[in-house]
């Protein structure tokens, strides 16, 4: 009930969204941008300072609702606001799921794996009945989750022309990330495939 008056009144100030993305909604204009993510009763609010400023006096004034400040824990996700960037990293949620499972006092592991969807769709497969080699692979990404509990996502206030942006004091190194996805890729079995592509530049 909340989402539909909320839709309705943010179509009626400009902002659009669509069928793929219908908790997001985007409004453009020529000084910036804002975007308002609905999830549940919840709503993140992104970016320009004037644009922000704007749907948060008109949501408020249309809605009851309380100004939390900055988002600082979402879905699992951590974010640290810092004076030269913004930090994602999901320490907490890792050391949880360690607790949770006993794999707590595990031996950390920091070779890097593939991709983690991948390998736990692969081992989801064998659920019902795992063996052995199942089981040490599990606690393989366990052991994984361990040794890059502290390990995260930093995003750069500045903008900057060049590939890589600038080196800051939170991360000794920027990642690198390139993604592309085929929707119904393989025409025999209608599923999607997904490659990435990361790397971490070198100081020079």
Not at 133 to 148: C, D, E, P, Q
Request: charged share 20%.
């Amino acid at each position: 009930m909340l989402y539909n008056h909320l839709s309705e009144y943010l179509t009626s100030q400009g902002y659009v969204n669509n069928e793929l993305c219908p908790y997001v909604f985007i409004k453009k204009s020529h000084s910036g941008f804002a975007i308002v993510a609905v999830y549940v009763d919840d709503m993140n609010l992104i970016g320009t300072p004037a644009e922000l400023e704007e749907i948060t006096v008109h949501l408020k004034s249309k809605f009851e609702m309380k100004d939390l400040g900055k988002t600082q824990y979402c879905l699992g996700l951590e974010i640290e606001h810092c004076s030269d960037g913004i930090l994602v990293h999901q320490s907490y949620y890792t050391q949880k799921v360690l607790r949770y499972f006993n794999e707590d006092k595990g031996k950390p592991l920091s070779a890097p794996i593939p991709d983690i969807s991948v390998t736990v769709n692969l081992l989801a497969k064998y659920s019902n009945a795992p063996t052995h080699r199942h089981l040490n692979s599990v606690k393989a990404i366990f052991y994984y989750f361990k040794g890059t509990t502290n390990l995260g996502y930093f995003y750069t206030h500045k903008s900057s022309k060049k590939a890589v942006p600038p080196f800051s004091s939170w991360v000794d190194s920027y990642r690198i990330g390139y993604a592309d996805v085929g929707y119904l890729f393989d025409p025999h079995s209608a599923r999607s495939q997904a490659d990435y592509l990361e790397g971490l530049p070198s100081k020079r």
